[in-house]
């Protein structure tokens, strides 16, 4: 048992994460692991850059899954790593924030903005402390 924030921040496997909270998951081969810095290929070819938490022994070339929080996907703004670009599908304005439906050519990701897309595309930002890593089962 764990308190409903560390549940949410620190979810023990998928099926926690996907319990607790919009979250998207993409499917991903680790490339590179320094320390608790692990380096996942996506399935187009992109690279994300994550800082593992979750204490897990991970080896090279393991499939995993990644899995982000609507809510901690950023509009990429000059960034240059973990940047991704994806087709709008779907916008749901919800009052305070709009929810976006995105296609990556590789998977769909739930992405929240505080402003409507001016276009029907968007490049978007993970940030490395935001990315969980589950292992693909």
């Known amino acids: 048992y764990a308190p ?64 982000i929080r609507s809510e901690r996907v950023e509009k990429a703004a000059g960034q ?5 670009n994806a087709a709008i599908k779907v916008s749901t304005y919800l009052g305070s924030k709009w929810q976006h439906e995105v296609d990556t050519g590789f998977g769909r990701l739930k992405v929240e903005t505080v402003d409507a897309s001016p276009s029907d595309s968007l490049s978007l930002y993970l940030p490395p402390d935001a990315i969980l890593l589950f292992p693909q089962e």
Not at 37 to 64: C, K, P, Y
Not at 80 to 84: C, D, K, R, T
């Open 80 to 84: 240059s790593e973990n940047i991704l």
């Open 4 to 67: 409903p924030q560390e549940l949410y921040t620190n979810p023990a496997n998928q099926f926690v994460a996907e319990f607790i909270g919009a979250t998207s998951f993409l499917k991903g081969a680790i490339a590179a692991i320094d320390h608790n810095h692990v380096t996942v290929h996506v399935a187009n070819g992109a690279i994300l850059r994550l800082t593992d938490r979750s204490g897990r022994a991970w080896m090279e070339n393991q499939d995993v899954i990644i899995a």
